[in-house]
């Protein structure tokens, strides 16, 4: 199989895995985030800072 280069000389399949990589690199970030914003409000929570014992479902 003969593969041929794009015109800026990279391998299709590098473009592809820097797509690829930029993605994962983006999901991780905001995992990061979340685990943040979730110690925060844990925290806030556990100090009194926010009310969480009140809450009641809706029932359908």
């Known amino acids: 199989m003969i593969r ?3 015109k800026n000389g990279a391998w299709p399949i ?4 820097k797509k690829i990589d930029n993605v994962v690199s983006l ?7 979340l ?11 556990v ?3 926010i ?3 009140d809450y009641h479902a809706k029932q359908d």
Do not use: H, M, P, W
Not at 14 to 17: A, G, N, R
């Open 27 to 33: 999901q991780y970030k905001q995992i990061q985030k």
């Open 4 to 6: 041929f280069r794009e």
């Open 14 to 17: 590098d473009e592809e895995s």
């Open 51 to 53: 009310k969480v014992g």
């Open 47 to 49: 100090t009194g800072k």
């Open 35 to 45: 685990k943040e914003y979730k110690e925060i409000l844990i925290d806030n929570a």
